[in-house]
């Protein structure tokens, strides 16, 4: 596995509650829908400075509804 990858991540809509425990760890990263479902921001990519934020919302994420690949 690779450290140096760019990270993009992706909220599985099917298994989100909508707590909104990923946007208040990492608001730079995920946003709310009308509803109060979380979604990726913009296509997921995450910038540089911001990866432990996002390993720490998806360890946070009480439905595992979020994943991170590594590019
Ligand atoms: S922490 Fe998980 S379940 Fe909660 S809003 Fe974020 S993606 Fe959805």
Redesign the pocket.
């Known amino acids: 596995m690779s450290s140096s990858g760019t990270l993009r991540i992706r ?1 599985d809509s099917d ?9 208040s760890l990492a608001p730079e990263l ?1 946003e ?1 829908d009308e509803w109060g ?2 979604r990726e921001i913009g296509d997921g990519t995450v910038p540089a400075g911001l990866e432990d934020k996002a390993w720490l ?1 998806q360890a ?4 595992i ?2 994943a991170i690949v590594e590019e």
């Open positions: 909220v298994k989100c509650q909508g707590n909104a425990r990923c946007k995920f709310l479902y979380a919302a946070n994420c009480p439905e509804a979020i």
